[in-house]
């Protein structure tokens, strides 16, 4: 039991690094919360920063989350601690310990998820997050590759955690875009609804992502 919770804090931590924000500094000298969704992932060192850096900053994304569900894994602690460790590290990418809460939106840890418990899901959310990308909007693209993995699984005899972590990812997902880093929300009334069906689907505030991925700190409220 003791050795699950040092794993499980541990991936919490490990997650909440953020190589976004220390490429953004070291790099553009900027911070990236005050751009475009203000978001601390990749999306955002392609736009404000330089599109190679997207690399090390996906490859150490998915090797955080990656790392502690492999290890819980490896160590004998059960396939559900390996799923609970990886998960911790979403949490920690999408609300971190170090930025009050903020984060980015947990799309690489997923994928680092799966490279430790199923990789076939890795194919299948890449290749829905590419089609997501080509059309200029990977928004609901995320949300419909995590919807229909579990029928993957199902197709190709993979194991029964698919269904449930699958579903784990999209609460997360969802209350991540909800919550939106803090960003205020719109008066009650019509246009709030509008903004939160925006986020919920869209992961954006406004109807353009080209304009919600390109602001600038001086029409981005921290």
Request: charged share 15%.
């Amino acid at each position: 039991m003791l050795g699950a919770l040092v794993l499980i804090a541990a991936g919490y931590l490990l997650g909440s690094v953020s190589p976004t924000y220390l490429l953004g500094r070291w790099l553009g000298g900027k911070d990236l919360r005050q751009y475009g969704s203000g978001s601390l992932g990749g999306s955002m060192v392609y736009e404000h920063v330089g599109r190679w850096a997207v690399v090390p900053v996906a490859l150490f994304d998915i090797a955080k989350a990656a790392l502690p569900a492999w290890l819980g894994l490896r160590l004998g602690l059960g396939e559900g601690v390996a799923v609970v460790a990886g998960l911790a590290a979403a949490v920690g990418h999408n609300w971190s310990i170090f930025f009050r809460l903020r984060g980015g939106r947990g799309m690489a840890t997923f994928v680092g998820i799966w490279l430790a418990l199923w990789p076939p899901g890795i194919l299948w959310l890449g290749a829905l997050l590419a089609i997501g990308w080509r059309l200029g909007d990977s928004g609901p693209w995320l949300l419909a590759s995590l919807l229909t993995l579990p029928l993957l699984a199902r197709l190709l005899a993979g194991p029964d955690i698919v269904a449930p972590v699958a579903g784990a990812m999209i609460l997360l997902t969802l209350a991540k875009r909800l919550e939106a880093n803090g960003r205020p929300l719109p008066p009650a009334g019509p246009e709030r609804w509008k903004v939160l069906l925006r986020r919920a689907f869209l992961d954006r505030d406004v109807a353009s992502h080209e304009e919600w991925i390109r602001r600038k700190p001086d029409s981005t409220a921290d």
